[in-house]
């Protein structure tokens, strides 16, 4: 991988951490707990791909990072949320986490629901303040309302049902893609959408080649997931492989072998390049440029990634 990318993703990351630490703070007071169990599993090492992408996102539409951080980290702790609750034991029941134990098993099953819960609610105090500060009041409050959409029964709370229905059927090809395209895409979707509003880009050429790479992005980032169920290695991903195989869940590996999903996976990567080169004809300062650059790399980094 390119060192400069991998050098500006850590970068990325890092800011996100921080304000992630800060906004999501310690307390010292009779429910500190929630507060330990959030910061848990919120400050535990995640890629932080779907920040990443609100940043970038804001950068190619021609605003700071700044102006996102507050939606972009939102959307993060939602996504962590998720994971929470992902592992539960009445869904997947899952030990590990991000290389460690999961929220349930450091803490207990009532406070891994509920730190779950806390970072959904914050995820809202938080985006919502954003808002207020935003210079583009209105933008910000279509932010919110986005980022609500995209985590709740259209999207990723959507997805999250179809897949446990799915878990006691074969579905088809066409089924699986729905379930992928609320439960991981919408929330991979959602920070393009986010920096969009934010910029005052919201149904733009521009916004409309990025939400296409999103989408693709989105759906490749499943088909990953899925091989690397299969051949992953579990000290590298931090959680337990072949859990699909167990459940006997259809997935794009049962529906096209490794090898099929592999080229799937390659078209789709050259499909987000070509939607980045349709957003680079858009791109009028060099910063512009690079950001471009960076989400084409990006989708290279999501292809390859063995975490
Ligand atoms: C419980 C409401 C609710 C929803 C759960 C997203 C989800 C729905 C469950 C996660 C299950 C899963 C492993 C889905 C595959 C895609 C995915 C979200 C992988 C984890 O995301 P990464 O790789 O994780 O971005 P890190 O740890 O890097 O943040």
Do not use: W
Request: proline share 2%.
């Amino acid at each position: 991988m390119n060192n400069e990318f991998i050098s500006k993703l850590n970068d990325i990351a890092e800011q996100v951490n921080l304000y992630l630490d800060k906004n999501v703070a310690s307390k010292d007071n009779l429910q500190k707990v929630v507060y330990e169990a959030m910061r848990y599993s919120l400050l535990a090492g995640g890629k932080r791909i779907r920040p990443v992408l609100a940043i970038e996102a804001a950068a190619v539409f021609g605003i700071t990072a700044e102006k996102v951080m507050p939606f972009a980290c939102a959307i993060e702790m939602i996504h962590t949320y998720s994971l929470i609750h992902d592992d539960l034991p009445a869904m997947d029941n899952d030990d590990f986490r991000r290389g460690r134990p999961s929220c349930h098993k450091q803490f207990d099953e009532a406070t891994a629901i509920l730190a779950g819960d806390a970072l959904l609610t914050m995820a809202f105090e938080i985006a919502s303040k954003g808002a207020i500060e935003a210079d583009n009041v209105r933008g910000g409050i279509e932010a919110v309302k986005h980022i609500a959409y995209c985590a709740g029964t259209e999207g990723m709370i959507g997805g999250q049902i179809v897949d446990l229905d799915a878990e006691t059927r074969k579905i088809s090809e066409k089924e699986l893609i729905y379930l992928c395209e609320r439960k991981t895409g919408a929330l991979l979707r959602v920070p393009v959408m986010v920096a969009a509003a934010v910029a005052g880009k919201e149904n733009t050429s521009e916004a409309d080649c990025l939400l296409e790479y999103a989408d693709t992005v989105g759906l490749a980032f499943q088909i990953k997931d899925d091989i690397l169920d299969v051949e992953g290695d579990i000290n590298v991903l931090g959680k337990p492989i072949g859990s699909d195989k167990q459940e006997g869940k259809t997935t794009f590996v049962t529906l096209h072998g490794i090898e099929g999903s592999k080229k799937i996976l390659r078209e789709l990567t050259e499909k987000a390049f070509k939607a980045c080169d349709r957003m680079r004809n858009f791109c009028k300062t060099e910063k512009q440029k690079e950001a471009c650059e960076f989400l084409r790399e990006l989708a290279v980094f999501l292809l390859e990634r063995n975490y």
